[in-house]
């Protein structure tokens, strides 16, 4: 969340789209009751299904799964035509003046520089047109044609309502109104914010698609804003810490891994280390090289010098062109390319997409270790076929799995401290009075063991490449069982010149001198003590943004870009709601996203964009500088706009063993997967509360399609796709419309997701059903929107 | 002086997120149970001697589009509790000063005529122990100065707790702003039929209670309110047998209106 | 932690709620040890309170009586929903996995292991694979220092230290195949 959840309850439209908040994120959901009750606030519900948000909502729209950057286009479209946006907020803080190289331009569902054989844009023309002074060129009137402001108009110009009531499937009536009401937060002193989740981030275009919300809310000047934002509303307690730590590819606090052909660290530091575009801008990442020297002092201690790079040369280099995400690395496991598998509390086999793939990638695995609380379909993979045949029949039979299974009893959220990040950004600190059950330990204790161990190995035997193992730094007071309030303190970071916690990223230098293991938590755990535990009442500005109470990341900064909540000058857009404010010295109010003392006009309001302002024109997304609307890569219908260029042609579309994709001729229906509130993803089926709430596993059908195949409620259905299929009971229910798309019927199919074959309670699980297709620029596999087929059994 | 205590139903702010269902169970130590498929999104059909609050779900089209009600359904803690009239067995049913309807397990019989008495039918009785449950408002947790727990986890405001007076306050203000709202019906449930309830609910449209299920005019049966008297006695002394030191009790102590003391 | 006063305080009625003492059970929590912790659902991030038996005397194992939330988080001002309302029967759930297992190739069940066993199996199995698969230069002589046969996964259920932890002991190997589940 740019925002957070409290701050929720200063907007005054809500948009939900993407994300069923009343059932996934119920006691979220009270800051959106509380904006309604106080500010009267709209909540707008956009979704293909009524949802219970949709049911409490002040409008509700269905459309069709996958058709979002339709939707948002057509918001974006209209806002411009009709003059609905902030125009100052525009000018000063976005890049829509910026002029876009000569030749850029959208023509049949390609932008400039696709190359058809290779599969990939040449982006050469998506980039600005720099003066001769390096910057960037700026009309800020907005009118040159090849200003972004104007690129925008016209590429949105073929989303009329029309169109998009064609594609989404809603009439045109119901677009305007919830137009009408989202586009209410263009005034300077309205704020709109925007609640998403896994409903837009599951698609084969998903961070377009969020790039399009970040459009429509920086047209409404609503990002920085009390009341505002893009908020991502995550779906594991700690699934925004985790990202903060790293992905695939990824070091800590964002710093990307190394590819090989960078083989010093000033290569590496030249190479990502951005370069301002406008003379204002401050260009926050600029100081990379302070975060990457004082992450690897962290990771190499003493070892870690001047003259060796900092042991720059001990982290791993990816391949140019490798990609070791999810998708590949589950195709790669089929191919029996991975020996072994080492899982910490994560599920493949419920949550990977197309289960076959899952069940047959583990098979050829040598050797997996699980860390679990609950034994999981991952670490019971093996007997898949014993227990659920009907559904993976092509799993193997036990005799004939090979891999060698390790499954380590770990602790739950309450035997551990530590602290979990929440969607806000805050990191709350747990407290712990239990010890884990039985003979299940801790997991800093089992990884730490392990770890040990592995190196205690290498020392007596000697090995491939002992180095990097021996050098990681694992020096804690107990090194088997490391604290960890130890481990945070080496995180947030201390100088080791006076031996003193920093306290904050400011601190952090390039010489060596300061050690830091994530660099956008820097001042967590300060010389004062651990402000991840404070529980702090006060909220002086009243906004909701409760400075003392845990800490947020970056800086305890609770509105990200709140700089731009005021005009260059530095006045606020609305007195009434103000985060920050300018008092002739310093900034009042949460702590700026901006130099604590630099005059408002010094430098651009977003400080760590080398621009220097927002992006409405965003070249880094490998698909296209604009948000484009491409249809799911199993979709029933072609794509309105380019039927030749149906889906996002940059999607990963895996064509491995078991990956298969349908056609509309044999799976007519949208299958939709999704949350209940009656259960946690996979791990409730083993609670006997939850177990209770939802015993059941059921398909959604919607009346009419049911009436046209003569199912009545408990009636068994079978679902498929062209990867598997799924039995259980049908619901029929009025709340999945039928949705006229270019004259035709479509009709969403409901897959809820929380059962499985090991647990209290037994059902299918959905991914059977779902495809190995991920969205390009995150590799999130597309779980709303691909085809099935239903019938009565 | 006791005051009483009320639970306010908010109807306009449920999302059916059930978390008053479990706190219930939960604080209550009652066992979670597996359901069949019902053919909705509600946990079971009706409560149960372990389910003693209910979220039912009500899918309807009307000329406004389509709307899913979510209703907590539970004891309502009547001014005049039916089940309290029906009930033969001395201390099992008591209502104490600050409105809470409570049943005593150890005293009850499992004769059962508590759920006739009942307009709301609430009361539900377990074969096994041949015991009668139902909500207890949290007696055990108000008496310490604790909410009910299906309070205490609403995370949307559909459910507060309060003294009477204030309460029927917020209830009558909430449905004042539903109707300048355009809610012309809005409205608060509160039947004088059973004497008025300890459950209030704030109803968008209070002219059809039914849509949220609830009667609409509810009242003790007459067959229920014959026994209250010299009937009752005579009843209870051809129904209890085995319990005759009960009925002794009864005729020593005499209604089972229980006084609660005095802080 | 906090005290059974403050929580007393925090909850209490400005008015006096006294119910008949006759039908009222003791309240199950008045003799409870209380620590403050998150829920470990989603991320909304409700603070609970864990009531706890057992006063951490070196013979007595805590266990938990009940899970309530913490009326001082301004996210969640002590409300849950149904999932963080039975936390207790996550902790308490008699699925938990209580002891090392292992399942042997094609064997058909699970068996006992102890942890010493288990270390030394795993740590071998990773270090075979590793050595194997190690890649110290690629083939144009760079340094690489990369190990692409081994996966990790998971993370997104667990505390930041572990999760710093686990980019430590997977960059000491030179692992690259991660998954943190930020996308299923």
Same mark, same amino acid.
């Given at each position: 969340m740019t925002n957070g959840w409290t701050d929720v309850a200063n907007a005054d439209v809500i948009l939900v789209m993407g994300g069923n908040p009343a059932e996934n994120h119920p006691v979220g959901f009270r800051f959106v009751m509380e904006a309604r009750l106080k500010r009267k606030a709209k909540l707008v519900c956009v979704d293909p299904r009524f949802t219970r948000t949709a049911a409490v909502a002040d409008l509700y729209v269905p459309i069709r799964s996958g058709t979002d950057i339709a939707f948002l286009g057509g918001l974006i479209h209209r806002a411009v035509s009709t003059g609905k946006y902030q125009a100052d907020y525009v000018r000063q803080h976005t890049n829509a003046?910026?002029?876009?190289?000569?030749?850029?331009?959208?023509? !049949?569902?390609?932008?400039?520089?696709?190359?058809?054989?290779?599969?990939?844009?040449?982006?050469?023309?998506?980039?600005?047109?720099?003066?001769?002074?390096?910057?960037?060129?700026?009309?800020?009137?907005?009118?040159?044609?090849?200003?972004?402001?104007?690129?925008?108009?016209?590429?949105?110009?073929?989303?009329?309502?029309?169109?998009?009531?064609?594609?989404?499937?809603?009439?045109?009536?119901?677009?305007?109104?919830?137009?009408?009401?989202?586009?209410?937060?263009?005034?300077?002193?309205?704020?709109?914010?925007?609640?998403?989740?896994?409903?837009?981030? &599951?698609?084969?275009?998903?961070?377009?698609?969020?790039?399009?919300?970040?459009?429509?809310?920086?047209?409404?000047?609503?990002?920085?804003?009390?009341?505002?934002?893009?908020?991502?509303?995550?779906?594991?307690?700690?699934?925004?810490?985790?990202?903060?730590?790293?992905?695939?590819?990824?070091?800590?606090?964002?710093?990307?891994?190394? $590819?090989?052909?960078?083989?010093?660290?000033?290569?590496?530091?030249?190479?990502?280390?951005?370069?301002?575009?406008?003379? !204002?801008?401050?260009?926050?990442?600029?100081?990379?090289?302070?975060?990457?020297?004082?992450?690897?002092?962290?990771?190499?201690?003493?070892?870690?010098?001047?003259?060796? &790079?900092?042991?720059?040369?001990?982290?791993?280099?990816?391949?140019?062109?490798?990609?070791?995400?999810?998708?590949?690395?589950?195709?790669?496991?089929?191919?029996?390319?991975?020996?072994?598998?080492?899982?910490?509390?994560?599920?493949?086999?419920?949550?990977?997409?197309?289960?076959?793939?899952?069940?047959?990638?583990?098979?050829?695995?040598?050797?997996?270790?699980?860390?679990?609380?609950?034994?999981?379909?991952?670490?019971?993979?093996?007997?898949?076929k014993e227990l659920a045949e009907k559904y993976y029949p092509q799993a193997g039979d036990a005799a004939s799995i090979q891999t060698e299974v390790f499954l380590l009893p770990a602790s739950c959220f309450a035997e551990k401290d530590g602290a979990f990040v929440n969607s806000s950004r805050w990191l709350q600190w747990k407290e712990t009075n239990l010890e884990p059950p039985g003979d299940a330990k801790r997991d800093q204790e089992i990884m730490s063991r392990l770890f040990l161990k592995i190196r205690e190995l290498y020392e007596k035997e000697g090995g491939t490449a002992p180095e990097?193992?021996?050098?990681?730094?694992?020096?804690?007071?107990?090194?088997?069982?490391?604290?960890?309030?130890?481990?945070?303190?080496?995180?947030?970071?201390?100088?080791?010149?006076?031996?003193?916690?920093?306290?904050?990223?400011?601190?952090?230098?390039?010489?060596?001198?300061?050690?830091?293991?994530?660099?956008?938590?820097?001042?967590?755990?300060?010389?004062?003590?651990?402000?991840?535990? /404070?529980?702090?009442?006060?909220?002086?500005?009243?906004?909701?943004?409760?400075?003392?109470?845990?800490?947020?990341?970056?800086?305890?900064? /609770?509105?990200?870009?709140?700089?731009?909540?005021?005009?260059?000058?530095?006045?606020?857009?609305?007195?009434?709601?103000?985060?920050?404010?300018?008092?002739?010295?310093?900034?009042?109010?949460?702590?700026?996203?901006?130099?604590?003392?630099?005059?408002?006009?010094?430098?651009?309001?977003?400080?760590?964009?080398?621009?220097?302002?927002?992006?409405?024109?965003?070249?880094?997304?490998?698909?296209?500088?604009?948000?484009?609307?491409?249809?799911?890569?199993?979709?029933?219908?072609?794509?309105?706009?380019?039927?030749?260029?149906?889906?996002?042609?940059?999607?990963?579309?895996? &064509?491995?063993?078991?990956?298969?994709?349908?056609?509309?001729?044999?799976?007519?229906?949208?299958?939709?997967?999704?949350?209940?509130?009656?259960?946690?993803?996979?791990?409730?089926?083993?609670?006997?509360?939850?177990?209770?709430?939802?015993?059941?596993?059921?398909?959604?059908?919607?009346?009419?399609?049911?009436?046209?195949?003569?199912?009545?409620?408990?009636?068994?259905?079978?679902?498929?796709?062209?990867?598997?299929?799924?039995?259980?009971?049908?619901?029929?229910?009025?709340?999945?419309?039928?949705?006229?798309?270019?004259?035709?019927?479509?009709?969403?199919?409901?897959?809820?997701?929380?059962?499985?074959?090991?647990? $209290?309670?037994?059902?299918?699980?959905?991914?059977?059903?779902?495809?190995?297709?991920? !969205?390009?620029?995150?590799?999130?596999?597309?779980?709303?929107?691909?085809?099935?087929?239903?019938?009565?059994? | 002086m006791t005051?009483?205590?009320?639970?306010?139903?908010?109807?306009?702010?449920?999302?059916?997120?059930?978390?008053?269902?479990?706190?219930?169970?939960?604080?209550?130590?009652?066992?979670?149970?597996?359901?069949?498929?019902?053919?909705?999104?509600?946990?079971?059909?009706?409560?149960?001697?372990?389910?003693?609050?209910?979220?039912?779900?009500?899918?309807?089209?009307?000329?406004?589009?389509?709307?899913?009600?979510?209703?907590?359904?539970?004891?309502?803690?009547?001014?005049?509790?039916?089940?309290?009239?029906?009930?033969?067995?001395?201390?099992?049913?008591?209502?104490?000063?600050?409105?809470?309807?409570?049943f005593v397990s150890d005293h009850c019989i499992g004769c059962g005529y508590c759920i006739t008495g009942c307009p709301f039918d609430v009361p539900r009785l377990l074969p096994e122990s041949k015991k009668v449950y139902k909500c207890t408002l949290c007696s055990d947790r108000v008496a310490v100065g604790l909410e009910p727990a299906c309070i205490k986890s609403c995370p949307t405001n559909c459910l507060t707790f309060g003294e009477r007076t204030e309460m029927l306050r917020v209830a009558e203000t909430r449905a004042g702003v539903l109707k300048q709202d355009g809610h012309a019906q809005a409205g608060v449930y509160n039947p004088v039929g059973v004497g008025g309830t300890n459950v209030l609910y704030v109803l968008k449209d209070a002219s059809d209670p039914a849509a949220y299920g609830l009667p609409a005019d509810p009242t003790i049966p007459l067959s229920v309110r014959l026994w209250k008297g010299p009937v009752k006695w005579l009843g209870t002394m051809l129904f209890a047998g085995g319990v005759l030191g009960s009925f002794f009790h009864y005729l020593k102590f005499g209604p089972k209106e229980e006084e609660a003391p005095e802080e | 932690m906090i005290s059974r006063r403050e929580f007393g305080l925090t909850t209490a009625f400005g008015f006096s709620l006294a119910s008949a003492q006759a039908a009222v059970r003791e309240l199950k929590i008045s003799r409870t040890t209380q620590s403050r912790s998150v829920c470990p659902y989603c991320a909304v991030g409700c603070s609970v309170i864990v009531h706890s038996l057992g006063d951490k005397a070196r013979n007595v194992r805590s266990s938990v009586v009940h899970i309530e939330g913490d009326t001082d988080s301004p996210v969640n001002r002590g409300t849950l929903c149904s999932k963080g309302i039975s936390l207790k029967q996550f902790v308490n759930s008699d699925r938990r996995l209580t002891r090392p297992l292992y399942r042997a190739p094609g064997a058909q069940e699970w068996q006992a292991i102890s942890w010493e066993q288990a270390y030394e199996k795993m740590a071998r199995a990773i270090k075979t694979s590793r050595d194997q698969g190690f890649v110290e230069q690629d083939a144009q002589g760079r340094t690489v220092n990369r190990l692409e046969n081994i996966v990790m996964m998971g993370g997104c259920t667990d505390t930041n230290e572990i999760n710093y932890l686990i980019s430590k002991f997977r960059f000491g190997l030179g692992l690259l195949p991660y998954e943190n589940q930020s996308r299923l």
């Open positions: 003046g910026f002029l876009i190289q000569e030749g850029f331009g959208f023509a !049949d569902g390609h932008f400039t520089g696709w190359n058809a054989e290779k599969k990939s844009y040449d982006k050469s023309t998506w980039q600005y047109e720099l003066g001769p002074d390096g910057f960037a060129k700026v009309d800020p009137s907005l009118e040159h044609p090849r200003c972004v402001f104007q690129l925008m108009r016209q590429h949105y110009a073929r989303y009329t309502a029309e169109k998009v009531s064609d594609i989404c499937g809603c009439t045109v009536a119901e677009f305007e109104r919830a137009a009408d009401e989202i586009l209410v937060a263009h005034a300077a002193n309205k704020s709109g914010t925007v609640l998403y989740a896994l409903g837009w981030t &599951q698609h084969s275009h998903a961070v377009q698609l969020i790039h399009a919300a970040a459009m429509v809310q920086l047209l409404m000047g609503n990002i920085g804003m009390p009341g505002g934002g893009v908020n991502a509303q995550r779906g594991h307690a700690n699934i925004q810490g985790s990202t903060d730590m790293g992905a695939w590819n990824m070091l800590p606090g964002y710093l990307k891994i190394p $590819r090989a052909n960078l083989t010093s660290l000033d290569e590496y530091l030249h190479a990502n280390t951005p370069k301002a575009l406008r003379p !204002d801008a401050m260009n926050y990442w600029g100081n990379t090289p302070k975060f990457m020297v004082s992450l690897l002092k962290a990771y190499y201690g003493a070892d870690a010098t001047a003259g060796n &790079q900092f042991g720059y040369q001990w982290l791993p280099k990816i391949a140019e062109g490798a990609n070791h995400s999810w998708a590949y690395f589950f195709d790669h496991m089929t191919e029996g390319k991975i020996d072994g598998l080492i899982s910490w509390g994560m599920n493949p086999v419920a949550n990977g997409p197309n289960t076959k793939k899952m069940l047959m990638g583990l098979a050829k695995l040598k050797w997996m270790i699980v860390a679990e609380v609950f034994e999981t379909e991952t670490a019971g993979f093996w007997k898949a990097p193992l021996r050098m990681m730094k694992w020096d804690y007071a107990t090194p088997y069982a490391p604290s960890l309030t130890e481990v945070t303190r080496e995180v947030s970071g201390r100088d080791l010149s006076t031996g003193k916690q920093v306290s904050g990223f400011g601190e952090l230098k390039d010489d060596g001198s300061t050690v830091s293991g994530c660099w956008i938590y820097s001042g967590s755990y300060p010389e004062s003590g651990n402000l991840m535990a /404070r529980k702090g009442q006060d909220d002086p500005t009243g906004l909701g943004l409760f400075p003392n109470y845990s800490w947020s990341w970056p800086a305890n900064r /609770r509105i990200l870009y709140n700089r731009a909540s005021l005009d260059t000058a530095g006045k606020p857009w609305d007195e009434t709601r103000a985060p920050l404010r300018w008092d002739g010295l310093r900034w009042k109010g949460d702590v700026p996203d901006y130099k604590a003392d630099a005059k408002p006009s010094q430098y651009g309001s977003f400080v760590m964009l080398p621009e220097g302002v927002a992006r409405l024109f965003a070249p880094e997304l490998v698909e296209g500088p604009f948000p484009e609307h491409y249809e799911p890569a199993e979709s029933p219908v072609e794509n309105a706009l380019h039927p030749e260029v149906s889906f996002n042609p940059m999607a990963w579309v895996i &064509q491995g063993a078991g990956d298969q994709l349908g056609v509309a001729k044999d799976y007519p229906y949208v299958g939709i997967s999704y949350r209940l509130t009656e259960h946690f993803h996979y791990w409730t089926k083993n609670t006997a509360a939850s177990a209770q709430l939802q015993s059941n596993f059921f398909v959604e059908v919607p009346e009419a399609l049911a009436k046209e195949k003569n199912i009545a409620s408990g009636d068994i259905v079978r679902v498929t796709s062209a990867r598997g299929k799924v039995e259980g009971p049908a619901l029929v229910t009025k709340r999945l419309r039928p949705l006229k798309i270019s004259g035709r019927t479509v009709y969403h199919v409901g897959l809820p997701i929380h059962w499985g074959f090991i647990g $209290r309670i037994h059902g299918p699980l959905i991914n059977n059903l779902t495809a190995s297709v991920y !969205d390009p620029n995150s590799g999130t596999p597309e779980y709303k929107g691909f085809l099935v087929n239903l019938e009565k059994v | 005051q009483t205590v009320v639970k306010l139903i908010d109807t306009t702010l449920c999302i059916g997120c059930k978390a008053c269902e479990v706190a219930c169970q939960e604080w209550n130590d009652q066992e979670f149970t597996l359901g069949t498929f019902g053919g909705t999104y509600q946990t079971m059909p009706d409560l149960a001697p372990n389910f003693w609050n209910l979220i039912k779900f009500n899918e309807r089209e009307t000329d406004g589009g389509l709307s899913w009600l979510m209703s907590k359904y539970q004891c309502m803690h009547c001014g005049d509790p039916g089940c309290l009239r029906a009930c033969p067995a001395p201390g099992a049913i008591v209502q104490a000063k600050n409105g809470i309807v409570d | -």
